[in-house]
C-alpha cells in the first residue's frame, strides 16, 4: 500500500485515491466538511464499500438510502448489542480509560424494548404539548438577551443554551448547574484530539462524576412519588430500576448527548444553510408558515449523527455484496440523505421541499430516535421567535466544526443579528 497516497488523501482529488483506499471513518474529513465528495463517490462506484485497514478495523460503509433502511430495520440480522460493539464505527469498551457502559440504544430486544419503554413517556404527545410553552418563553428570552449588530457566537449563546435548558427541564437538573450536562455530553463523545479532554483517563474520571451526580438525584427521587421526569420514570420502572451503576450511566449518556447534542448542532446547521442558500432565506422571510416543512429539511441537511454502526449476526447480502457473520456494518446516514435516486435534488437546501420528512437522520427500526419530535418542536420554536424579532441571522465568520466521524456538529459559529 502507498502509505504516502493514504496519509494525505486530502491533498488529492478523490477520484485519484484508488477505491480500495478509501477510509471515510477520518474525523479530520468531517471536519473540514469535504467528506461529501468521498460519499458521493462511493454512492456512484461502491455503494457498499469494504475498508479492509482503518484504526476502527475493516468495516462495510453502507452509504445509499434504501441499502441503510434495509440494515437499520433488520434488527434479527444486524444487532446493536454493546458486547458485539454497539452502535458506533469505534467499537464500545475500546478505548483506553474506556468505562464498560450498557444503554438500550445498544442493546437488541427483548431488554432494549423494555428500557425503552419506561423513559418514553417524558417524549410523548401529552408531554410535548406541556413542553411548548416553556421552550417558546425560554427561547424568547435567549434571543432577547442577545446584543443586536455585534459578533456573538451563536453555538454558545443560543444552540448550547436552548437545548441545555430543555435538557435540564426533561431530567428537572438542578438549574443553576445545567452547563454540567453541555459538559458531559461533549465528554462523552469525546477523545484526547478534539481538545475537549487531554487523555482517556480525564474523560473516564469526568464520565464516572457525571454518574455519582447523578445517582445522587436517584437516591433522593428513589423515596419520592413518581414524577414525570426522566430519572423519577427510571427510578419507578421494574425494567430501569434495579439497573447496575455501569448500566445507569450509560443511559445516561444516552440520554444526555441524544438531547443535546443533535438538536444543537441542528439549531447551528440551519443558521448556516440560509446563509448559504440566501434565495431560500427570502423565501422563508415572504412565507413564515413554512417553518415546520424547513426544520425538517435542516435536520436531513445537517444530518447531526452521521452514522450508526451494527454487527452481522448471520452471513447476509446487502446491495449484492457479500456481508460475513461479525463484520462490522456502517450505515452513513449522511450519506443517505444526499441520495439523489430516493432524494430529489439532495445535495440541495430547500425549505418548501415536498416530503420533507423523508430522511434517514432519525434512523428506521426500533432504534428510531426516541426523541425526535422533541427536537422538532425546538427547532420550530426557535426559529418562529427568530422571525419575530430578526430579520437575519448573518454569519460573519468561518464555522468551526466538531472533530468527530459521529457528531456532525459545530464548535463556534460567529454571526451578527439584524433586527425586523
Partial sequence: MNEMLVRDTKALRVEDIPLEQIDVSKPRLFQDDTIGEYFARLRREDPVHLCRESPYGPYWSVTKFNDIMRVDVDHTTFSSEAKLGGIAIQDMHSSQGALDLEMFIAMDPPKHDAQRLAVSPVVAPSNLVNLEPIIRERAGKILDSLPVGEEIDWVDLVSIELTTMTLATLFDFPWEERRKLTRWSDVAVATPETGIVSSFEQ???????????????????????????????????????????????????????????????????????????????????????????????????????????????????????????????????????????????????????????????????????????VAELQLRIIWEEILKRFKMVEVVGEPQRTYSNLIRGFTHLPVKLHPN
Fill in 203 to 373: 474523560r473516564r474520571e469526568e464520565l464516572i462524576e457525571c454518574g455519582m451526580y447523578f445517582k445522587q438525584l436517584w437516591d433522593e427521587r428513589v423515596n419520592q412519588p413518581p414524577k414525570h421526569d426522566l430519572i423519577s420514570m427510571m427510578v419507578h420502572s421494574p425494567t430501569t430500576r434495579d439497573m447496575p451503576f455501569l448500566e445507569f450511566l450509560g443511559n445516561l449518556m444516552l440520554l444526555i448527548v441524544g438531547g443535546n447534542d443533535t438538536t444543537r448542532n441542528s439549531i447551528s446547521g440551519g443558521v448556516l444553510a440560509l446563509n448559504q442558500n440566501p434565495g431560500e432565506y427570502r423565501k422563508l422571510m415572504d412565507n413564515q408558515n413554512l417553518v415546520p416543512n424547513m426544520v425538517s429539511e435542516i435536520i436531513r441537511w445537517q444530518t447531526p449523527l452521521t452514522h450508526m454502526r451494527r454487527t452481522a449476526l448471520a452471513d447476509a447480502e446487502i446491495g449484492g455484496k457479500a456481508i460475513k457473520k461479525g463484520d462490522k456494518v456502517v450505515m452513513w446516514y449522511l450519506s443517505g440523505n444526499r441520495d439523489e435516486e430516493v432524494i430529489e435534488r439532495a445535495d440541495e437546501f430547500i425549505i418548501d421541499r415536498p416530503k420533507a420528512r423523508h430522511h434517514l437522520s432519525f434512523g428506521f427500526g426500533i432504534h428510531r430516535c426516541m426523541g425526535n419530535r
